[in-house]
């Protein structure tokens, strides 16, 4: 079984300063983690993902989000917030090999103020 | 870069028609799955599919929905009798086959709207 909660459902940031959505997650087996970025009408992109590699993990766009296992955290962050950044965040758990259901998070909306 | 499209971006139908959602999957990918994400909710898994046939499906993905993978390109999924509740955003999502790449890519959604 695996689960993902995102702790917050809106972070509201202001332009320039450092961006942090909060991710944790329970699996029984070793998990690879996701962060996807949904624009307003818009469909998901991969922003990052871990998969049992290094567990400071780089993305696009600036972001990166450290696997923490004794923490079962994969917190996503940005040093420097931009206007274009303002969308729904997911952060998303699935089990490697298999068919690989993922779970997703409820999502944390950013909210970038100029 | 190859991705999954969909079509069509909105559908609009009338509570009890039969919907079809399209999507082209990536090309060398093998995995493919449906979710679908009810206005402001989380995204929730309805289906996997692989090798022709449903691998995993959620409680959700009753006998009103089936999936289908007619040619070498398309994968549908099929709502019979279409209800209120039935309205939602549904992805699409492809992977290629085992090693290391467990990276689902998903479409661009496909917003269904029930009257």
């Known amino acids: 079984a695996q689960s993902v909660t995102q702790l917050d459902s809106h972070v509201s940031v202001s332009e320039g300063t450092p961006v942090l959505l909060r991710c944790n997650y329970s699996?029984?087996?070793?998990?690879?983690l996701f962060w996807y970025v949904q624009h307003p009408n818009k469909g998901l992109q991969l922003l990052l993902k871990y998969t049992s590699a290094a567990t400071l993990v780089k993305g696009i766009n600036g972001f990166e989000a450290e696997f923490k296992k004794s923490e079962t955290s994969f917190h996503l962050t940005k040093p420097s917030a931009h206007m274009s950044d303002a969308a729904e965040y997911f952060c998303?758990?699935?089990?490697?090999?298999?068919?690989?259901?993922?779970?997703f998070g409820t999502g944390t909306k950013l909210q970038v103020i100029p | 870069e190859p991705e999954v499209t969909q079509t069509p971006s909105h559908q609009v139908t009338q509570m009890g028609q039969e919907v079809i959602l399209r999507c082209v999957p990536i090309s060398n990918h093998l995995y493919f799955y449906w979710y679908r994400q009810i206005l402001g909710q989380k995204v929730e898994f309805l289906v996997s599919?692989?090798?022709?046939?449903?691998?995993?499906k959620s409680e959700i993905f009753d006998d009103q929905f089936s999936v289908e993978r007619p040619d070498g390109s398309n994968f549908t999924l099929k709502i019979r009798s279409t209800k209120l509740e039935d309205s939602a955003m549904y992805f699409c999502?492809?992977?290629?086959?085992?090693?290391?790449?467990?990276?689902?890519?998903f479409g661009p959604g496909t917003r269904l709207t029930v009257l």
């Open positions: 699996s029984s087996y070793s998990p690879s």
């Open positions: 599919f692989y090798n022709n046939e449903i691998s995993e």
């Open positions: 999502a492809s992977r290629p086959l085992g090693g290391t790449s467990d990276t689902q890519y």
């Open positions: 998303v758990v699935t089990l490697s090999g298999g068919y690989q259901k993922v779970t």
